[in-house]
């Protein structure tokens, strides 16, 4: 029997084969697509940023950020050109790095007025810092001093979030679920978080960032992303609070004014082909979901959220620029480039 | 002056122009995207009197629609408007409409009524399932209570992995069984992938039904199998279950060559 008619005659719930974001122009009715809600909704180009793969490949888009100058960076783990430089229109400036084969989070700082960047590598199982023309710094390796981890290989940095007075924070996301403390100058400080299901701890610790938006206040916002919360720690890692967002398998949180902007990678049931991004307001309530369901809250609760339009593939990261435009970065999506939306 | 001002128009038309196209960003038509597949919320996938079936899908503008006859849900179907409740086996079919946007496809549910209790057969397994995924032991697969797509929910699922599981059922009497439906997880984005075969045995060992399953050729959707197995009608005290396994993940597949899992969470009779 035909392999997908028998699987469709035999399932309980089915919904055929994956399909690419994407589909075949018709042009008939043409209309811009408008996703997202409430304050926040975008138009969407899919060809921002396109190169030649010949030239300019890319595997995972993982993370992106905006530098001093105002241009977009983008991280792959292409060892051919790991960070790719464009301006807000997608033009190509610049390239480099050929080092980082893990290349997963990259978090820029401005230490001295200067640009710097800090890319979580797991692949070599540390955090390299480099200058924002890619020469390296200063490397974070693993934490063995901390007592947590037999090998190397059990340590898995994904992100890195730095404090106001240049404290670094590394998420061990993909590996035993850790968030390292170490000053500035590398001496591990504090450990805190590991694997479990109880507040304090996580299931895939995937991104980290300061929430600078209590200037007085700082905390650490840090993703579990497999129990779809956002947790809140104080930046000596005690457990403050979660945000529930039932159905987002969350990326890390990424602050612009006064909203957190979370690039989504799977939702609902966590299907291949899935995700969207969300956005939550000050009130840490999410108002727009472009290429997911509506938000809905009943007594204050988020109703289970879910894809419902086929734009994003596994969105991975966002970047939101001056101008409230949103670059995705997307996992697994077939080596596509980054999508900008244009928020309307 | 009159004879320069065609020329300064035309570079102001070719200026403005070129303006135009620097700044012109190609946005995409709500027309390119495909709308996603509702969510089925389902509060018993097996029943005994009645299962209430809830199709959900929250965008402006977009209607779902459904049939229970097997055939394909066109923008004739049956709307769905409020949750439906199923007082017997039925199969539906959900799909999203939007006049924006290419349909959905098609999601496929099926819902089972209990039509014999076997819960209290003596189960054995070998070999035991994954240390890693025990579930509830081997009891679970006869409890009728079923996973879902989510296999880290709850206690319901059984992995393994290797050549072959077989499942023991010793009932307290004699049963009578006309088939046998396996229900296994196919998950690949998890490494989960359905059994290559199953094969029932009957209380003298002899061969009494099977059922090959074709191998996948390309990532599918996640879902939950019922694998039918008919077997000749009759009375048994006891049958023995061969589930052949993947042994190794099809080339297509990033994880190619590495054994997957087959996910299993109920053995049911009719």
């Not at chain 1, 924070?169 to 590991?194: C, P, R, T, W």
């Not at chain 2, 049939?67 to 394909?72: A, H, L, R, Y």
Request: aromatic share 10%.
């Amino acid at each position: 029997m035909d392999r997908r008619k028998f699987v469709r005659n035999t399932s309980i719930a089915s919904a055929g084969i994956v399909s690419g974001m994407a589909h075949g122009n018709v042009l008939t009715g043409y209309k811009d697509v408008i996703i997202g809600h409430n304050s926040h909704q975008y138009k969407i180009d899919l060809k921002w940023g396109a190169l030649n793969s010949n030239f300019h490949p890319v595997n995972d888009c993982h993370e992106m950020v905006q530098d001093s100058q105002g241009r977009i960076l983008l991280l792959t783990n292409h060892t051919k050109n790991n960070v790719i430089v464009y301006d807000k229109s997608g033009k190509l400036l610049e390239v480099w790095g050929t080092d980082y084969p893990g290349a997963h989070g990259l978090t820029l700082h401005v230490e001295n007025g200067e640009d710097v960047l800090y890319i979580a590598d797991n692949n070599r199982h540390e955090v390299i810092k480099t200058t924002i023309k890619g020469q390296v710094l200063q490397v974070f390796p693993y934490p063995k001093e901390s007592g947590k981890y037999k090998t190397k290989e059990s340590y898995v940095p994904t992100e890195t979030a730095i404090a106001p007075n240049g404290d670094v924070y590394i998420a061990d996301g993909y590996g035993e679920q850790y968030i390292m403390h170490y000053s500035s100058k590398g001496e591990l400080l504090n450990v805190f978080g590991g694997r479990g299901e109880e507040d304090h701890l996580f299931n895939n610790a995937h991104g980290i960032c300061l929430d600078t938006r209590d200037g007085a206040n700082p905390t650490l916002l840090i993703t579990a992303r497999q129990q779809n919360k956002l947790k809140r720690f104080s930046l000596s890692g005690e457990y403050l609070s979660s945000i529930d967002l039932p159905g987002a398998y969350i990326c890390r949180p990424v602050i612009h004014g006064k909203d957190i902007y979370l690039a989504t990678i799977w939702s609902g049931d966590g299907s291949e082909g899935t995700g969207f991004i969300s956005i939550l307001n000050e009130k840490n309530e999410l108002v727009s979901a472009p290429g997911g369901c509506t938000p809905v809250y009943e007594e204050g609760v988020l109703s289970p959220m879910y894809q419902t339009l086929k734009v994003f593939h596994h969105p991975h990261d966002v970047c939101v620029d001056e101008d409230e435009n949103v670059y995705v970065a997307q996992w697994n999506s077939g080596k596509t480039y980054p999508i900008k939306l244009y928020r309307v | 002056m009159s004879a320069k001002f065609p020329f300064i128009l035309c570079c102001c038309i070719l200026v403005s122009s070129c303006n135009q196209k620097e700044v012109k960003i190609g946005y995409a038509a709500s027309k390119l995207f495909e709308l996603a597949t509702p969510q089925l919320k389902i509060d018993s996938l097996l029943f005994n009197k009645t299962a209430k079936l809830e199709a959900v899908f929250i965008m402006e503008g977009a209607e779902i629609r459904y049939t229970k006859d097997g055939s394909e849900v066109s923008t004739d179907a049956m709307l769905y408007e409020n949750p439906l409740v199923v007082t017997d086996a039925s199969e539906f079919r959900f799909r999203v409409f939007h006049p924006e946007y290419i349909k959905s496809k098609e999601v496929y549910t099926r819902l089972l009524k209990v039509k014999e209790d076997v819960s209290t057969a003596k189960v054995r397994l070998a070999p035991q399932a994954d240390k890693n995924y025990k579930g509830d032991g081997p009891q679970a697969l006869v409890d009728l209570k079923k996973g879902t797509t989510q296999f880290r929910a709850g206690n319901h699922w059984l992995g393994f992995q290797g050549k072959q599981v077989r499942v023991s059922l010793e009932f307290e009497k004699e049963t009578a069984i006309s088939k046998l439906i396996v229900s296994a997880l196919n998950d690949h984005g998890s490494w989960i992938f359905l059994p290559t075969a199953i094969r029932v045995f009957g209380d003298g060992k002899a061969e009494i039904g099977s059922v090959s399953i074709p191998l996948p050729t390309e990532v599918e959707v996640k879902d939950v199998a019922l694998l039918d197995v008919p077997v000749p009608t009759g009375l048994y005290k006891s049958i023995e279950i061969h589930i052949d396994l993947m042994e190794a993940i099809p080339e297509w597949h990033q994880g190619q060559g590495t054994a997957p899992f087959t996910f299993i969470d109920e053995i049911l009779v009719e």
